[in-house]
């Protein structure tokens, strides 16, 4: 199994500002990676698959970048409703795998 | 837009089963699979199974194969997730969601609301 770490666990970042969040696999998944933001008593809502590829109705400032193990998912210029945790997600390998989540809050 | 419709919440016993469904609209029942996703109360999401609709062939994550039954009802264009031998554990909210059916390609696109699975005696 392809194990997903997803690091901080906590960005505490001001509105306008950029977030950086990482999310590293053991093994390589190439870049069959996705990621997810979940608002509070939400289901998660697909931001980036593909790694880089932007899904349908997500704003320019999400951007992903990285292949193999190491990716990055990037938010410029902050806004409050970006608030939220952000989840990977490999689907290169069975089982389909999560991390752990990233929660970014208001600085 | 393919919408996704869970039935409301459980609360069970442990060693009781749980059957969640997750009723589809828009889009080709066929053409799609539906994965569950579970959330225990502040943690991360956990994969736990899928089924491509056209095949009716389940996949399990490793943790949950043989505890998990995942079925799909064309005639309803409606999935079920059935978990026994519940413990404590297994509380959490339950999600299904939607993917192209493509095994090398396993993006959710659409989700459905979560269903609260509460295990208690």
């Known amino acids: 199994e392809i194990v997903m770490t997803q690091s901080p666990a906590t960005l505490s970042v001001s509105p306008g500002e950029r977030a950086t969040l990482s999310c590293r696999a053991t093994?390589?998944?190439?870049?069959?990676l996705a990621w997810y933001q979940q608002k509070p008593g939400q289901a998660p809502r697909l931001l980036i698959f593909?790694?880089?590829t932007r899904a349908t109705g997500v704003p320019a400032r999400f951007s992903g970048s990285g292949s193999g193990t190491e990716f990055t998912l990037t938010i410029t210029r902050l806004q409050s409703e970006d608030f939220a945790v952000y989840f990977c997600q490999q689907y290169n390998n069975w089982p389909i795998t999560f991390g752990g989540g990233t929660k970014v809050e208001i600085k | 837009q393919v919408q996704l419709v869970q039935s409301g919440a459980e609360v069970k016993k442990p060693g009781s089963s749980v059957k969640v469904s997750c009723k589809t609209s828009g889009g080709t029942f066929n053409s799609f699979a539906i994965s569950w996703v579970r959330q225990a109360p502040g943690q991360g999401l956990e994969w736990m199974g899928r089924i491509i609709h056209s095949l009716n062939i389940p996949h399990f994550a490793p943790d949950f194969r043989g505890r998990v039954t995942i079925t799909a009802d064309k005639s309803t264009t409606t999935a079920y997730m059935e978990l026994s031998g519940l413990r404590s554990e297994d509380t959490a909210v339950y999600y299904c969601a939607r993917d192209e059916g493509d095994d090398s390609s396993v993006i959710f696109d659409n989700w459905g609301q979560g269903t609260l699975v509460t295990v208690t005696s």
């Open positions: 093994h390589s998944v190439r870049n069959s």
């Open positions: 593909g790694s880089s």
